[in-house]
């Protein structure tokens, strides 16, 4: 009952006294006693109420957040950490979110099979409750090109519809064409707002990789992009630039797809859904100690020794301190990309494009350039 009126009160405190005189207010009172009756506005913390709940569909729900006065605001296709209190373990995971109005923004979230969030999400967060959340991060969006393409699939499509929505309520907008992919019609995301998109103009191809007999009888979807129909489903794919976000083997399968048919992957920004694990070279198969590493972009030469061993790209440059931004450090977010220009990583890479952070050098010279 207190729990309840308190978080309405902080809503109320939020949407009426600002996060500006918020934030004035509780750091000159940060005091025990305020800290112990309302940890949501007395704290160091970001946090945010969840003030809405949706269900997407089958095992997707969207989360509508409120966040305190910490928050510093987001861009259409960021994304945020979720630090879940799991048996007494913090685990963190990553959503896209989508800014509303009130500085609000909804994540939308897949359950996974085994997944300690996604679960924890779909079966413990209710309405009310005070989630801990990192501040938006992430490069994965608009950048003011006139001809665009979102190709996503599943819970992919999260991203690319944050930015959807900012660029729909233009009043001149981009030429925005879209590919969605999902497994059947009932796993569509978002259907009814993407429907009036495309009443409103958005190019829309709709794709199903497991159709029911329903489905392929209704004549409303297209079938799973490849080589061979690439140019009849997006005829003008190569005069767009295209976001991508999606399952590794769908991604790895569309830069496949845009490689053999010419496209330049230059015009190619891209994000990953899950995170990506590899391991690196055994010392036997690479030796650090006779490598070389130059960062074409910053003139920056950087000679391995026998401590950079096992290291990521990312933990290389962070330890010969090479000025490298960072984001989730889970090869997801694409903040520490950069483009191989000569020899050889293994791991996490897309195209010639190098997640540092999950990748690993594998040839005694590597050119990276951004």
């Keep these: 009952m207190l729990d309840a009126l308190l978080s309405r009160l902080n809503r109320w405190a ?3 006294i600002g996060r500006d005189w918020l934030d004035y207010v509780a750091s000159n009172t940060m005091t025990d006693f305020n800290r112990r009756w309302n ?6 913390d970001l946090q945010a109420i969840v003030v809405g709940i949706k269900e997407e569909a089958p095992g997707v729900k969207t989360l509508t957040l409120m966040p305190n006065q910490l928050w510093k605001g987001a861009e259409p296709g960021q994304y945020i950490a979720l630090n879940a209190n799991i048996n007494g373990e913090t685990v963190s ?3 896209s979110l989508s800014p509303m109005e009130d500085d609000c923004f909804t994540i939308t979230v897949k359950r996974v099979s085994g997944g300690k969030v996604s679960n924890w999400v779909h079966d413990e967060v209710k309405p009310g409750m005070v989630l801990s959340i990192g ?4 490069h994965f969006c608009y950048r003011q090109q006139s001809k665009i393409l979102f190709i996503s699939a599943g819970a992919g499509i999260t991203p690319a519809y944050s930015m959807l929505k900012a660029l729909m309520a233009y009043h001149i907008r981009p030429d925005m064409a879209m590919y ?7 796993d569509v995301i978002f259907k009814d707002t993407l429907q009036r998109w495309r009443s409103e103009g958005l190019t829309l191809t709709t794709a199903l990789s497991r159709p029911t007999p329903e ?3 209704s004549g409303k979807f297209a079938p799973t992009l490849d080589v061979s129909n690439i140019e009849t489903l997006i005829p003008d794919f190569r005069e767009r630039d295209i976001y991508l976000c999606g399952p590794q083997g769908f991604m790895d399968k569309v830069v496949n797809i845009l490689k053999e048919k010419g496209y330049d992957l230059g015009k190619l920004d891209s994000e990953r859904f899950v995170a990506h694990e590899i391991k690196p070279l055994s010392p036997e198969d690479f030796k650090a100690a006779q490598a070389e590493i130059y960062f074409r972009h910053l003139d920056r030469r950087v000679q391995l020794t026998e401590e950079d061993q096992g290291l990521s790209l990312m933990q290389i440059a962070e330890r010969h301190q090479v000025p490298i931004e960072t984001g989730c450090r889970q090869g997801m977010c694409g903040t520490c990309k ?3 220009r000569e020899g050889d990583v293994v791991g996490n890479m897309l195209g010639n ?3 540092l952070c999950t990748a690993f050098p594998a040839s005694n010279k590597l050119v990276l350039d951004a």
């Design 135 to 138: 501040q938006a991060q992430g």
């Design 14 to 16: 939020l949407q009426h």
């Design 180 to 186: 969605v992919q999902f497994a059947s019609a009932q």
């Design 93 to 95: 995971r990553y959503y």
């Design 353 to 355: 494009a190098v997640y």
């Design 338 to 340: 950069l483009t191989l």
């Design 215 to 217: 489905d392929k009888s």
């Design 39 to 44: 940890d949501f506005i007395w704290t160091y």
